[in-house]
């Protein structure tokens, strides 16, 4: 069965860096895309980014470019999302999410079970 | 980027009622639309896909409707496990959107 398990919670000071992982596992790893996707306290889900895990590409929401970045490991079937320059704005869960492909219309068929990270000095 | 505006925020109502959520798009997004339900402290699941296609596992109860800007998402008879926020989210262009949510709560 297809399982994303990402890695454990973080606590982190303003003008810092985080990086999170996500590892796949029950279906080929370069076959579909990982989309990461955070939720603020009480706030709506906010789509970030995704990596197309089969040629690297990336796409990223202006709202985080140049302080966001998506890679993968393919060998390790593992994709990592990093946040640069954190201000307490960015507490949030963030959620890694594969999408079903094409004929799933790219929608967000696996998620993992959520990171919370915390900004706080 | 494209908007996507949800109504209601939230709605009250009874176990065997039939709930309508709509989302409307800021432009169309075709078919691009997708719905999903989170639990407090879940991660959110994916229910209806391309508007009208029903995720596999999830019950015959919910169903979607809709195209270009204007979707619909109905569940035919609310059950105690339906109790959640609702979110639409559009892939038809980065970045790729959510609704503000619509949570369902006990009358």
């Known amino acids: 069965q297809v399982q994303l398990v990402q890695s454990g919670a973080e606590v982190k000071k303003p003008g810092a860096s985080v990086k999170v992982s996500c590892k796949a596992s029950g279906y080929t790893f370069t076959s579909y895309a990982v989309h990461w996707v955070r939720q603020a306290p009480g706030q709506r889900l906010e789509w970030m980014g995704w990596?197309?895990?089969?040629?690297?590409?990336?796409k990223y929401s202006e709202k985080f470019q140049g302080r966001f970045t998506i890679t993968r490991d393919t060998s390790a079937s593992t994709a990592y999302m990093e946040l640069s320059s954190l201000t307490s704005e960015d507490t949030a869960v963030y959620y890694c999410a594969r999408d079903l492909g094409s004929s799933g219309w790219y929608s967000l068929g696996y998620w993992g079970q959520g990171t919370l990270v915390t900004v706080s000095s | 980027d494209i908007q996507m505006t949800q109504s209601p925020s939230s709605l009250s109502a009874s176990v065997g009622d039939r709930v309508t959520i709509t989302c409307r798009a800021s432009q169309s997004i075709s078919n691009y639309l997708h719905w999903y339900q989170q639990k407090p402290g879940k991660a959110p699941k994916l229910l209806i896909y391309?508007?009208?296609s029903l995720q596999s596992g999830v019950p015959s109860r919910f169903s979607g409707s809709g195209s270009g800007t204007d979707f619909t998402l109905t569940i035919s008879s609310l059950q105690p496990e339906d109790f959640a926020t609702y979110y639409c989210q559009q892939s038809y262009t980065s970045p790729r959107t959510f609704g503000q949510g619509t949570k369902v709560e006990i009358k």
């Open positions: 990596i197309n895990t089969g040629n690297d590409n990336t």
């Open positions: 391309a508007a009208s």
